[in-house]
């Protein structure tokens, strides 16, 4: 079965300063997406960040980019420069390409920024 | 665009009664999701449908619950006889599968529901 697993529940970080969180996850597919969403306190998810597998260069998205590895199976978040609007949930996804299409989450890492 | 939007934002019900949760995806976009988010959790797939076709249910959509999408817009969402462990936030989202589509996934704001 594919899974994800995001073992920080939560983080704080200081405004200005640069945080990691991690993923990990488990598939047999050779061919996936992997995504970072935000989700803010009670608001609804947008998408922070998106990673295709046969891609080997890390995605980036302006204050925001990965760490991809496919071969260890990691997929980490880099926020740099962090503002107090950064603080939210944080939720690794993973759709393979032969099957629904479908997202798999993980359990979500609460990210504080701190001013 | 206005996004994925859905109808009610909360709901407080009684157990054993019924509640249904509707959702607008965005005009163009053909596929559905819905999906279940529990306290202190990732969102769970629970179905989905291309167009009208409800393709795929997962084994937490028990028989229950019940979703359709009728003319291929709008979705609703049914719970029958509603059981304290119900109470989650559900989740809509919805993509364009076909040329020029992206894998991405649009979420709606979410319909809370408290059993009690």
């Known amino acids: 079965a594919q899974t994800v697993t995001q073992s920080q529940p939560e983080m704080s970080v200081q405004e200005a300063e640069t945080v990691t969180l991690s993923c990990t996850y488990d598939?047999?597919?050779?061919?996936?997406?992997l995504f970072w969403y935000k989700q803010p306190p009670s608001r609804q998810m947008i998408l922070v960040i998106r990673?295709?597998?046969?891609?080997?260069q890390n995605a980036t998205e302006n204050r925001f980019s990965v760490n991809f590895q496919k071969a260890a199976k990691s997929f980490s978040l880099k926020i740099s420069d962090s503002q107090l609007g950064d603080t939210a949930m944080y939720f690794c996804a993973f759709i393979d390409t032969s099957g629904t299409y479908k997202y798999i989450f993980g359990t979500g890492t609460r990210l504080k920024v701190l001013a | 665009d206005t996004g994925v939007s859905q109808d009610p934002r909360h709901k407080i019900t009684k157990r054993g009664q019924n509640v249904t949760f509707r959702c607008d995806p965005i005009s163009e976009h053909n596929r559905l999701y819905w999906y279940r988010q529990t306290l202190g959790q990732g969102p769970e797939f629970l179905t989905y449908f291309q167009n009208e076709a409800q393709l795929e249910k997962s084994r937490l959509l028990s028989d229950r619950f019940s979703a359709e999408r009728p003319k291929g817009s709008f979705s609703t969402l049914e719970i029958q006889r509603t059981e304290q462990g119900d109470s989650a936030m559900y989740l809509c989202a919805s993509r364009f599968v076909g040329s020029g589509g992206t894998n991405e996934q649009f979420f709606g704001p979410g319909t809370r529901l408290t059993v009690l």
């Open positions: 990673q295709e597998a046969y891609k080997q």
């Open positions: 598939t047999s597919e050779s061919n996936y997406y």
